[in-house]
């Protein structure tokens, strides 16, 4: 058995955790817990909400599951503290947990390095400033940035109900011709249930932010699963890398 360890902000598409539970159909337990969030799309909001106090106080649940890795669900609490400042925040979240950690942000960055995508696009419903942040944080990480589309979202209420149409027509508006992969970074977008539809309609791999989390942990942990109903990047074996 493999136990993951989730800090998940808020409420809103955390069921696509057990989703994944099952489609990974191995040894593997997820658990996710929650920290407390101000649900708004603001860059000292997020900053705060990324603090080590506020990520300390799920540590120890998590700790008490018999987690092996925690990563920190959030792209954009943790890209707007900067590629250091994210550096930062996971090893504080590690020292805490007393555990091998990450955070969304650095996922997309291996997961994009592991699927061979050297540039990408970006579908956000945030607004576009904060959107720009996680791509600042891709670039700044070794991951080009070729188109960044925000929805202006202020907050995340409402998105977790967006049916698949509308995460299509997001993704399909973020892309490029010259990105090697489709990222939709928000952790309130259901879209595990989506990844094989979404891959086939924009003919190249995609990749969501619970997706990519999970990954993260699994390969912090260094586990391989190959589980193609969870798009290209479960096709392909983790390759466990340090910071």
């Not at 400042?85 to 997309?108: C, D, I, K, N, W």
Request: proline share 4%; with cysteine.
């Amino acid at each position: 058995m493999t136990a993951l360890g989730f800090l998940y902000p808020g409420h809103s598409a955390e069921d696509d955790y057990p989703r994944i539970e099952q489609l990974l159909g191995s040894d593997i337990r997820l658990t996710v817990v929650h920290t407390d969030e101000e649900d708004v799309h603001r860059t000292e909001a997020l900053r705060e909400a990324g603090s080590e106090r506020r990520l300390a106080t799920g540590v120890e649940e998590l700790r008490l599951s018999g987690a092996e890795a925690v990563v920190w669900a959030s792209a954009s609490d943790s890209s707007a503290h900067g590629a250091q400042g994210a550096h930062e925040q996971v090893r504080g979240l590690a020292r805490a947990a007393g555990l091998p950690a990450s955070s969304t942000s650095f996922a997309f960055t291996h997961a994009a390095r592991e699927i061979g995508a050297a540039r990408v696009a970006i579908g956000a419903t945030c607004p576009d400033d904060v959107a720009a942040l996680l791509a600042a944080f891709l670039e700044e990480t070794g991951t080009e940035v070729v188109a960044v589309r925000g929805s202006g979202a202020v907050t995340t209420a409402g998105t977790a109900d967006w049916d698949y149409d509308r995460v299509l027509a997001l993704a399909r508006e973020a892309d490029h011709p010259d990105a090697g992969a489709v990222l939709l970074p928000d952790t309130a977008l259901h879209t595990v249930s989506h990844l094989t539809d979404l891959e086939k309609d924009l003919a190249k791999p995609v990749l969501t932010a619970a997706q990519v989390t999970v990954w993260e942990a699994l390969r912090l942990t260094d586990r391989r699963v190959n589980a193609p109903a969870l798009g290209t990047l479960f096709t392909k074996e983790p390759i466990v890398q340090a910071e």
